[in-house]
């Protein structure tokens, strides 16, 4: 017999209009023997139409995607809307109240966690809820992420999986071209990863990366938020005046490969990269100094990019140990939008 999952929701997700609440995970701890983690909730429903999930704070210190979603909740009314729009702002509650990209009750990565456990840590119950009640129920997801303090992506992207044939070829291209941010990369499944759960539940799911190193840019924000809008509208959902003239961009379609596309630091010390944001790179170019001001008298140590293609994402802090990731890059990708 499975174990229900033991989050309860303050609105009714089957019930019309406007609904603003919270998913209330029961956590008892010294100072509240009977208590629940808040998690910011909101649902807009009217008529019959496609369910759209759309989440954001699945790491806390990721702030782009809980402005968007915020303002979201507060302009979409259900009078614009034919189906349901599904709304959670600050979806890993406990890591976006602390600003960290994990959970300080189980350093738990939220997006590392799917399927998630009902009777695990309370982000593996997060991700247990988000998998098997509200992707079960929705045909479409969008979680909007960017580089957090770590990482700074150069501009707004999507990205997704891989589509597994051509008629989702042609389906995903065009879920991207209406989404319209300048660049969308495409990846192998992770099984752990949202997009994977929402795969299991026979819905399509993008990722946004939006900038990062721990700040916000309203541009960014502002281009997401009209993608998002704009997406909406292509998949029969939003009317109205809410509704952008057209897509924010053409979108660039790439890939990143998991074996080629990431440089890692192999040696503790500071970074000095040698490439910057949108550089086209070859393999075995130098990507960066590994320097060590510890040990003045020792050379520095140079770290070669492994595969070619253009540098999408840089590490923000400068200092690093072994296995923490340097920079990512992309490359062009063939298929419906080039």
């Known amino acids: 017999m499975s174990t229900a999952n033991p989050i309860k929701s303050d609105i009714d997700f089957d019930a019309p209009g406007k609904q603003v609440g919270y998913l209330r995970l029961p956590h008892s701890v010294n100072r509240s023997a009977y208590g629940w983690i808040p998690i910011p909730v909101a649902s807009i429903r009217n008529g019959t139409g496609p369910t759209f999930l759309i989440t954001a704070g699945s790491h806390g210190d990721e702030y782009e995607g809980q402005i968007i979603v915020a303002r979201l909740i507060r302009e979409l009314q259900p009078s614009m809307i034919q189906g349901q729009v599904i709304l959670l702002p600050m979806t890993n509650f406990p890591a976006a109240e602390a600003g960290t990209r994990t959970s300080p009750l189980d350093d738990g990565n939220l997006n590392r966690l799917y399927p998630g456990n009902p009777a695990g840590t309370p982000t593996q119950v ?94 960014l924000v502002d281009l997401a938020r009209q993608g998002l809008l704009n997406l909406l509208a292509h998949v029969g959902i939003l009317s109205g005046e809410l509704v952008p003239a057209s897509a924010p961009a053409v979108p660039r379609m790439m890939r990143i490969d ?59 802090l400068a200092q690093v140990r072994v296995g923490d990731c340097l920079l990512e890059l992309a490359e062009a990708r063939t298929g419906i939008i080039v």
């Open 126 to 219: 997060i991700a247990h809820y988000i998998e098997s009640v509200l992707l079960a129920r929705a045909e479409y997801m969008v979680d909007l992420h960017s580089g957090g303090t770590s990482l700074v992506y150069e501009g707004a992207n999507m990205m997704g999986l891989e589509p597994r044939d051509a008629e989702e070829e042609v389906r995903v291209s065009g879920l991207l071209r209406a989404f319209g941010l300048p660049k969308a990369f495409l990846y192998q499944p992770n099984p752990v990863n949202v997009t994977a759960a929402a795969r299991r539940q026979g819905a399509i799911c993008f990722l946004t990366e939006l900038g990062g190193g721990g700040q916000v840019s309203s541009r």
């Open 258 to 316: 998991r074996g080629a596309h990431y440089v890692y630091a192999l040696n503790a010390g500071v970074w000095e990269p040698l490439v910057e944001l949108g550089d086209h790179v070859e393999a075995g170019q130098a990507a960066a100094l590994i320097h060590f001001p510890d040990e003045p008298l020792r050379e520095p140590v140079t770290v070669d990019f492994v595969g070619s293609g253009e540098v999408i994402c840089k590490r923000a």
